[in-house]
């Protein structure tokens, strides 16, 4: 027990049922160790109706491709049969293919996405 004042003031290592276990020493708990979510890739699928240009817009507006690079990858779609359109986190990327087959469909456009893991 201290005094402090005149007053009697307990602390943590006056009370008998807990002890000073540690003395001096500076505890840090352990941090769990975090890892980097796991990643996914969006593919962009062919179709024979798609308009190329249509494809293009969704690549600028829904993956922030500037055009040259959003041509590219229509350009790879259009003759690989599919192409990366982003890798994303699983959420982020299952959301950005929703959004895709959404808009193309409100445009009246069978535009399809696939989401894989990295």
């Keep these: 027990m201290n005094e402090l004042n005149g007053q009697v003031v ?4 006056d009370s008998p ?3 000073d276990r540690h003395g001096d020493l500076a505890i840090e708990e352990a941090r769990p ?8 890739k969006v593919w962009m699928l062919n179709d ?3 308009p190329m240009d249509f ?3 969704i690549l600028e507006d829904f993956f922030n491709m500037g055009r040259e690079q959003a ?3 229509m350009l790879a779609v259009h003759t690989e049969g599919k192409a990366v359109c982003g890798i994303y986190p699983q959420d982020i990327a299952e959301t950005k293919a929703t959004q895709v087959v959404e808009y193309a469909r409100e445009n009246q456009h069978p535009l399809m996405c696939q989401v894989d893991e990295a």
């Design 55 to 57: 494809v293009v817009e």
């Design 33 to 40: 160790k975090l890892k980097p979510p796991s990643m996914y």
């Design 48 to 50: 024979d109706y798609t």
């Design 10 to 13: 307990s602390g943590p290592s």
């Design 17 to 19: 049922s807990e002890p």
């Design 71 to 73: 041509t590219r990858v």
